[in-house]
């Protein structure tokens, strides 16, 4: 089921950002003391309590009609849309101020869960400013200061007392879920329709755990398939085509119940920088990852224009040098027949499992060709690898000092892996653990 998602709201200048930063851990963030400099809503995962959830930072709402001041209200709405609880933040040393009642309508008539935080509360003092915000009607008001990070911990427990409760899964263990991803307009609609075919049978239209999500359950040559299908995929509405940055939350949704993502780029327009964050959510989740041109028959082709387009595929995309390429066209129904074969055939490699002693094997023949890295005359030394998960293979190297594995020597292991055993189209995670005594 997809993570949980929070929102944190309120007008410009009151620490939204601040406060975002100190929940995900990281300056991500644009931090600065001026109104309006986080413009755009910014994503990113959160933890509290064995709980992960995704929160997005949203540019400030304030009621104007200043373009740039209406198009962050316009994001914040949809991000206030899209979100399972929401985090408004108020000044606590202004006190209550007219944008943010305004704010507050906005939050009532969307009947989602609102945590209040009082900010810039920075020491005991200070805590009787609180009071007057009970006010606002919105329940009891938690001081916090996000500069200091005090009080975070009793907001985010309010947090999530309002998670959605978990689901369980509605398909077999076998089934593999499929979502589409990319910009609007890069023929996603199309895809599915042209996957699913004219004589295609639906055994139900089950509803997602994502609101506004249809999961289209089929079946070809034996396997069963489930298409996790966006709102943004069917909506035509002015907003949902020209709001690319609304596209990323819906991506992120379907990343999470997938387990194969076919990242859809538009041949015609090529590869831009709002392609390869989408596709980072699906390799940060680990998913198995399939990229696929679309609108293919749109472009003029001699003998390399493929390879060409491939290389700047690969170039753009280094983090998804384990992903197939496949181009097509929706439109023509040219080379589709070989997505669901990739579809299946990654699947399998996401799950794959590799028995110790032939992993143990391949860790002995790879030191041999290429030996630990040393430093400060220490060597690293691998004593035992196991892998531990599947979905995607997962494995541990147990080593005498964790710190010696170095980034390239890492990278040097996992390519020894990818090409010992069949792991195309699923990343790969190493982890190194000292070894018990």
Do not use: C
Request: glycine share 6%; proline share 5%.
């Amino acid at each position: 089921m997809p993570k949980p998602v929070v929102a944190i709201v309120g007008r410009p200048n009151v620490g939204k950002s601040t406060i975002f930063n100190r929940i995900v851990g990281e300056r991500v963030a644009i931090v600065e003391d001026m109104p309006g400099v986080t413009r755009d809503r910014i994503y990113s995962s959160g933890e509290w309590l064995h709980r992960d959830f995704n929160l997005i930072d949203t540019g400030g709402i304030e009621l104007s009609d200043e373009p740039l001041l209406v198009q962050m209200r316009e994001q914040a709405e949809l991000a206030i849309k899209e979100a399972d609880v929401i985090i408004f933040i108020v000044n606590g040393r202004e006190g209550i101020t007219g944008a943010d009642e305004e704010v507050v309508k906005m939050l009532f008539k969307s009947k989602k869960p609102v945590v209040l935080g009082v900010n810039k509360i920075d020491n005991p003092e200070q805590r009787e400013k609180i009071y007057e915000f009970y006010s606002l009607g919105l329940g009891e008001p938690i001081p916090i200061s996000g500069s200091h990070g005090l009080g975070l911990g009793d907001l985010l427990d309010e947090v999530i007392k309002h998670f959605p409760e978990e689901q369980e899964d509605p398909y077999d263990e076998d089934t593999i879920r499929i979502s589409l991803i990319g910009r609007p307009n890069v023929g996603k609609s199309s895809l599915v329709n042209a996957l699913l075919g004219e004589e295609r049978v639906i055994v139900s239209n089950i509803p997602g755990t994502t609101r506004d999500a249809i999961d289209t359950p089929f079946e070809r040559d034996g396997q069963e398939y489930v298409l996790i299908d966006t709102a943004g995929m069917r909506k035509r509405g002015k907003v949902y085509e020209t709001t690319e940055k609304y596209s990323v939350l819906r991506s992120l949704k379907a990343i999470e119940r997938s387990d194969v993502v076919l990242v859809v780029i538009n041949a015609e327009e090529g590869i831009i920088e709002q392609d390869k964050k989408i596709a980072g959510y699906a390799h940060e989740a680990g998913r198995a990852v399939i990229i696929v041109v679309n609108k293919w028959d749109a472009i003029a082709k001699d003998d390399k224009t493929m390879q060409n387009f491939e290389q700047k595929i690969r170039d753009h995309f280094l983090f998804l040098s384990y992903a197939p390429i496949l181009f097509t066209s929706a439109k023509l129904k040219q080379r589709l027949q070989h997505i669901l074969p990739t579809v299946q055939k990654v699947s399998e490699n996401h799950n794959l499992r590799v028995s110790t002693s032939v992993l143990n094997d391949m860790v002995m023949d790879a030191v041999a060709m290429n030996p630990t890295p040393t430093d400060k005359g220490k060597r690293l030394k691998i004593n035992y690898t196991t892998q531990v998960a599947v979905g995607p293979p997962t494995f541990v190297f147990f080593v005498n000092e964790p710190e010696l594995m170095h980034f390239s020597y890492q990278r040097f292991l996992e390519n020894r892996l990818r090409q010992t055993f069949e792991f195309e189209g699923t990343p790969i995670k190493i982890f190194a653990r000292k070894k018990s005594e």
